[in-house]
């Protein structure tokens, strides 16, 4: 029984605790669940009064914005006004200005219809005057036309002489000085020395005794010397001297030289002649390089091909009218440099175009063709620049020249072989040139007689009066100068004076 007792209070007890931890836990429960639904009704109506505010703070935006548009609105329409009171103040100035155009349109068609009628009165009044003089001078109108004309003519024709002598004379004589200032100074700057030289070369000797020795047994020793240098060679009655002939004057060099050589060293036999002519070429090869590039340095013209420097070298042994081609080559590009440096033009192109103008020379009994085609063609051949190119085929207008550069050169190259003492001319090419200005002149329809004067550098023409007025002559004197350009070849320029005079002859009886 006790321990049924004790069992049962135990569980009595263990039901009582359990039934007070239950009680316990509930009230706790309560208790949690009330201050966590006090802090839920806090929140929410913090939430309320924070949306209350929201509410009240969006309604005042509106309101306000709600004001400043209505604001806006008020503005505008108030510009709107203005503006159409605008409108139509100028729509009132409108019509009234429309309504004076048109007033004066109206008096304009009266005093139209006014001018009309004095018009056509002055008309009948100009015919009537027509009618009137035709009558008193017994002329049509047709021939008072004809002869006013006429009369009109002749004061027009003499008074365009007039202005056209006047024009002439001031640009003649403002060119000339302009020309003579280009050209002296030119000159003066690029002054140089000319030694005249011939087609054949002269070789002195000690003694005549050495001709045996040129000439050889049976003449062996001439005959070979003659075929290794290309050359002839004339030994004559000359005292100690013998002459080498030959068109080409670089071989000429190589057998004056060669001979020199083998008359100061005494043996002459063919194997040696043809060793020592083979050395001289060699050496006369080099002598034109070293002269090529003395002339390109002299001239201000670097970086030329080695080819074409040789080539220009050969010009140290040609030469024209007495003339030597390659110091006419360096003077012709110093003077075209100075000239091209007075008018701005471009004077690199200008040296190189006046050293190099007269390259063909070097080879034009070689290469069939002009001299300034061959030199183009071998220039371009080694990219020579192209403007250079043009200077040296249009320098004697076998093509046309595309630069300023072009006909600079080509004026230097007149001023050096024209200018005193640059060139000699034979007797027969002088009377052959002088005759042919004479024929030009003698050509055109009109003219009496012609005279070359001064060397062939002015021809004087002169007319029949009874053919040729003077508007006329002053034509035919442009005329004749032109047909000269384009049919002659001439250093310098020629001047063309025509001459008409009238003559009145009577005898006292």
Known sequence: MSTVGTILGVVIALAAGALIGYFVRQLQV??????????????????????????????????KTRDEAEGEASRRRAEISREEERQNRRRSELDRRMDQVEKRDQLLNKRQSALDKRTNELDELHAEQVRELQRVSGMSLEEARTQLLSEVEKDARADMVRVIRQIEEEAQVEGDRRARELIADAIQRVASEHVAEVTVSVVPLTSDELKGRIIGRNGRNIRAFEQ????????????????????????????????????????NHPAHIEKVVEQTKAEVDRVMVEEAEHAAFDAGVPGLHPEVLK?????????????????????????????????????????????????????????EGTHAAIGAEFAKRYNVNAAVVNIIASHHHE??????EAVIVEAADAISGARPGARRESLEQYIKRVKGLEDIANSFKGVSQSYALQAGREIRVIVLPEDIDDLEATRLARQVAKKIEEGMQYPGQIKVTVIRETRAVDYAK
Not at 229 to 248: C, M, Q
Not at 324 to 350: K, R, W, Y
């Open 228 to 267: 290794a240098a290309g050359v002839d060679v004339v030994v004559d009655d000359t005292p100690e001297a013998v002459t080498i002939s030959s068109f080409d004057s670089v071989r000429r060099e190589v057998a004056r030289r060669a001979m020199e050589k083998l008359v100061l060293d005494g043996r």
């Open 311 to 367: 080539k220009l070298g050969r010009l140290k042994f040609r030469t024209s009218y007495g003339q030597n081609q390659l110091a006419h080559a360096v003077e012709c590009a110093q003077l075209a440099a100075v000239i091209a440096a007075e008018l701005g033009a471009n004077t690199e192109i200008c040296k190189a175009g006046g050293l190099l103008h007269d390259l063909g020379k070097a080879m034009d009994h070689e290469v």
């Open 30 to 63: 309560d208790r949690d669940t009330k201050a966590r639904q006090a802090e839920a009704d806090r929140i929410i109506g913090a939430a309320q009064s924070r949306a209350r505010e929201l509410e009240l703070r969006a309604r005042d935006d509106a309101i």
């Open 399 to 404: 093509v046309d020249q595309v630069s300023v």
